[in-house]
């Protein structure tokens, strides 16, 4: 056993430890002295490949990887366990405070007390493929497996943590509650951390990550490909506006679909005014159960620059169904609460991903809505393009076209609609199901767009469309910090 108990020095630094032959598995054991302090523990191979993140809130302080994948635990990456020096990364400790660690190498069988291999786990990798960034791919993940054949509306959740970062449920538990919740897919997005393995069964998962910075803001890359380092690279990564955006960058040549999280909420906004909206892809206009007005505002600012950003939602459930594991104050977030539509081709990671990229998307807490447009190709739907739908009588750019919107489970409540982020009707849902027949006028030339929003009496937000559109706009805007201002923002939120 090799191991170093030591003084912290600085927030940022690294220990290194060496194994002199190859061999089957590695556990490490580490211990310190302060307890949810966010910190986060990366363990390097001699090539400098990521093979173990540790963020710590709630997990275990062991690590054990090994060369089989189905012997590797939750946040390690399998494959050859190497001879030569090993690095541990200290990332945002307090200086001055302990930490030990202890690693023990060998073949065969795993120590005693070592954490117990992940069972019924179905492997993404074997750490065999690499990344063009040369970290280990998810290449053993199906992004095409089909769950379901239909064209349809799927409902999921996008952003939800488990005991892997600072979430309280297990993998297992995480599954067992998307079954027990009904959803279609769901995606743990655990900090800084991507899932090398899931428990077998239960709805479509899609692996993902939240970068998170712990200062400026966070993201989810939802259908990452492949581990990225986020605290590596000359540029500090994370911790620069130039490091986010090529992480940004290559998270989408990754696969990734890039979607700034909890935008206005207070100190988890995001604050890295130099982001360009360019590398949105999405945007979580809906965190948690409540509504954030500065979420939808900023959204409607965005589209009214001429920036389509597509907006999805996200439990960002960090807790247990009868347990608030950050904040006991607060009823346990529930995941799927609120859960994000799709209209999808086929339940696959790839055609959710797709469906969201084109903003076939709305986000409930209940309700179910459906739009069919006069003369459309069923594909038309919340986030369609009707400019070439458009078929003005001769003279005149614009037309109305007829459409039906049918809402479910809103009886009682209000239907708003809101036009180029002006709210200009208000129709009364009287019926458990309801088909509201309407026409707008759109026009060629002039861009314009138009969602509709589901409230109760008293204002509460129970569901949001993507907007219909028609026309295009050159955008003006370039950055986040333009966006803020635009919209009348000013940081940091209240
Ligand atoms: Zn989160």
């Not at 809130?57 to 030569?84: E, F």
């Not at 969201?356 to 038309?380: C, H, M, Q, T, W």
């Amino acid at each position: 056993m090799k191991g170093r108990n030591m003084q912290v020095e600085q927030a940022d630094s690294t220990v290194e430890f060496r194994i002199d032959r190859d061999c089957d598995w590695l556990v490490l054991r580490f211990d310190y002295s302060t307890r949810m302090s966010w910190a986060e523990l990366r363990l390097k191979d001699p090539e400098g490949t990521l093979r173990y993140t540790y963020m710590d809130v709630h997990a275990r302080r062991a690590a054990v990887l090994h060369k089989q994948p189905a012997s590797t635990g939750y946040a390690g990456v399998p494959g050859r366990i190497g001879a030569g020096v090993w690095t541990l990364e200290l990332i945002r400790f307090q200086p001055g405070q302990t930490f030990s660690f202890a690693v023990e190498f060998g073949d065969g069988e795993l120590p005693e007390g070592a954490p117990e291999p992940a069972l019924f786990n179905v492997s993404w990798t074997d750490g065999s493929e690499r990344s063009a960034q040369g970290l280990a791919a998810l290449h053993l993940y199906d992004w095409e497996r089909c769950a379901d054949e239909r064209r349809r509306w799927y409902r999921g959740d996008l952003h939800a943590h488990t005991l892997w970062s600072d979430g309280l449920m297990t993998p297992e538990q995480m599954r067992d509650q998307a079954i027990a919740r009904g959803l279609d897919f769901y995606s743990p997005t655990d900090h800084n951390m991507l899932h090398s393995s899931w428990p077998a069964g239960g709805p479509l998962v899609i692996p993902g990550m939240e970068f998170t910075s712990f200062e400026k803001g966070d993201w989810n890359a939802l259908g990452l490909t492949a581990w990225l380092d986020c605290w590596g690279g000359a540029d500090g990564g994370m911790r620069t506006a130039e490091g986010q955006r090529r992480l940004k960058r290559e998270a989408r040549e990754l696969g990734a679909l890039r979607s700034i999280n909890h935008p206005t909420h207070g100190k988890w906004a995001w604050q890295t005014t130099e982001t360009l909206l360019e590398q949105l892809d999405a945007i979580e206009i809906w965190n948690g159960p409540h509504e954030n007005k500065a979420s939808l505002a900023l959204w409607s600012a965005l589209w009214n620059d001429g920036w389509r950003v597509p907006g999805i939602g996200g439990s960002d459930t960090h807790d247990l169904p009868d347990r608030a594991g950050l904040d006991e104050s607060l009823p346990p977030r529930l995941l799927g609460d609120p859960g994000t539509w799709v209209y999808a081709d086929r339940l696959s990671a790839r055609a959710v991903l797709d469906a969201v990229r084109s903003g076939s998307v709305y986000v409930s807490r209940g309700p179910e809505l459906d739009i069919v447009i006069a003369g459309g190709e069923n594909g038309f739907t919340f986030g369609a393009d009707l400019t070439e739908r458009i078929e003005p009588a001769e003279g005149s750019e614009s037309a109305l076209i007829p459409c039906t919107l049918t809402v479910s489970g809103a009886a009682g409540q209000n239907l708003y609609v809101i036009e180029n982020g002006a709210e200009v009707s208000v129709l009364t849902v009287e019926q458990e199901q309801q088909r509201f027949e309407l026409a707008f006028r759109w026009h060629r030339r002039h861009y314009g767009w138009r969602r509709f929003e589901l409230r109760h009496a008293d204002g509460t937000l129970s569901a949001v469309t993507n907007p219909l559109f028609s026309g295009a706009k050159q955008p003006t805007l370039t950055t986040w910090g333009e966006l803020l201002e635009q919209a009348g923002f000013a940081l940091p939120f209240p």
